[in-house]
């Protein structure tokens, strides 16, 4: 029907260190206003010195207005995690690490009158993470039990590959209302609604410094590629990136409309 209301929701790209959040602080509240955002979803696995999310950075989401906040491959890069996800109902850990993992493999969190599930998933390929089970099977699984809740599901898919990214999304279209990709803090042009319903993006990008290599200290990176010296990376500083998936749809679940947004942000 023409005249029933649609929601938006807005995704926020993995949030690198100290500039990234200042960023995050600076754009979000004029952005929600302005796009009349429903829900906010944002990555937080570089929240904290660029490596794992702390308790005071999972306060600050909540605080700002993030409605749910997922992770990726640096969940253990704070000490602090295990209890958070054993607390933090709006705290999503990917659902294929072993079962052991602290936290819920799927996060529902209210919305209005509606119910919005966040699944949160590892990739395969390329992650160097050999305990982690098959997300496409483990999506298969944790959909009969989420459907029984809501069919608004938004899944975050924290991955390498575009390849295993846009296959996990055609594996999910018409189950899910969006697959779309974090971890390579590189914002991709082909966001999409795929022919059963399902919206898709490979990658949201990052909020973070812009004169960076993903949001950390260049010349860092390109020493590392010269001499092959591992030391840990610092979070680069100055003007930054906002990086987010706009993404509308309707209270059965189905994906309206989707769209990138890149917002430059001043650190003055």
Same mark, same amino acid.
């Not at 005249?3 to 600076?26: H, M, N, P, W």
């Not at 999972?58 to 996800?85: C, K, M, P, Q, W």
């Given at each position: 029907?023409?005249?029933?209301?649609?929601?938006?929701?807005?995704?926020?790209?993995?949030?690198?260190?100290?500039?990234?959040?200042?960023?995050?602080?600076?754009?979000?509240?004029?952005?929600?206003?302005?796009?009349?955002?429903?829900?906010?979803?944002?990555?937080?696995?570089?929240?904290?010195?660029?490596?794992?999310?702390?308790?005071?950075?999972?306060?600050?989401?909540?605080?700002?207005?993030?409605?749910?906040?997922?992770?990726?491959?640096?969940?253990?890069?704070?000490?602090?995690?295990?209890?958070?996800?054993?607390?933090?109902?709006?705290?999503?850990?990917?659902?294929?690490?072993?079962?052991?993992?602290?936290?819920?493999?799927?996060?529902?969190?209210?919305?209005?009158?509606?119910?919005?599930?966040?699944?949160?998933?590892?990739?395969?390929?390329?992650?160097?993470?050999? #305990? %982690?089970?098959?997300? *496409?099977?483990? =999506?298969?699984?944790? /959909? @009969?039990?989420?459907?029984?809740?809501?069919?608004?599901?938004?899944?975050?898919?924290?991955?390498?590959?575009?390849?295993?990214?846009?296959?996990?999304?055609?594996?999910?279209?018409?189950?899910?209302?969006?697959?779309?990709?974090?971890?390579?803090?590189?914002?991709?042009?082909?966001?999409?609604?795929?022919?059963?319903?399902?919206?898709?993006?490979?990658?949201?990008?990052?909020?973070?410094?812009?004169?960076?290599?993903?949001?950390?200290?260049?010349?860092?990176?390109?020493?590392?590629?010269?001499?092959?010296?591992?030391?840990?990376?610092?979070?680069?500083?100055?003007?930054?990136?906002?990086? #987010? %998936?706009?993404?509308? *749809?309707?209270? =059965?679940?189905?994906? /309206? @409309?989707?769209?990138?947004?890149?917002?430059?942000?001043?650190?003055?």
């Amino acid at each position: 029907m023409s005249g029933e209301r649609t929601y938006k929701a807005l995704i926020v790209g993995d949030v690198v260190g100290k500039c990234g959040r200042d960023a995050f602080e600076k754009a979000l509240p004029e952005l929600q206003w302005q796009l009349d955002v429903d829900f906010t979803l944002v990555n937080g696995e570089n929240t904290s010195n660029g490596r794992g999310l702390n308790r005071r950075d999972f306060d600050f989401y909540r605080d700002l207005g993030a409605d749910a906040v997922t992770l990726g491959n640096h969940l253990y890069g704070n000490r602090e995690i295990s209890s958070l996800l054993d607390k933090e109902e709006r705290l999503a850990r990917p659902a294929n690490l072993p079962p052991a993992t602290p936290g819920s493999p799927y996060r529902i969190v209210p919305c209005g009158d509606l119910k919005i599930a966040v699944l949160n998933l590892l990739g395969r390929v390329y992650m160097n993470m050999p #305990a %982690l089970d098959c997300p *496409f099977r483990r =999506a298969e699984e944790l /959909l @009969h039990e989420i459907h029984a809740i809501t069919s608004i599901i938004l899944v975050d898919f924290h991955a390498e590959a575009t390849s295993e990214k846009l296959a996990l999304a055609r594996f999910l279209d018409g189950r899910v209302t969006a697959v779309f990709g974090t971890h390579t803090h590189v914002q991709t042009s082909d966001a999409r609604i795929l022919p059963r319903g399902t919206a898709y993006l490979s990658d949201v990008g990052m909020t973070g410094a812009y004169d960076s290599i993903l949001g950390v200290e260049s010349e860092q990176v390109i020493n590392r590629f010269l001499t092959g010296r591992t030391e840990p990376f610092k979070v680069a500083v100055g003007e930054a990136e906002f990086d #987010a %998936l706009l993404l509308e *749809f309707d209270a =059965a679940g189905k994906a /309206l @409309h989707a769209e990138t947004i890149r917002k430059m942000v001043r650190m003055d």
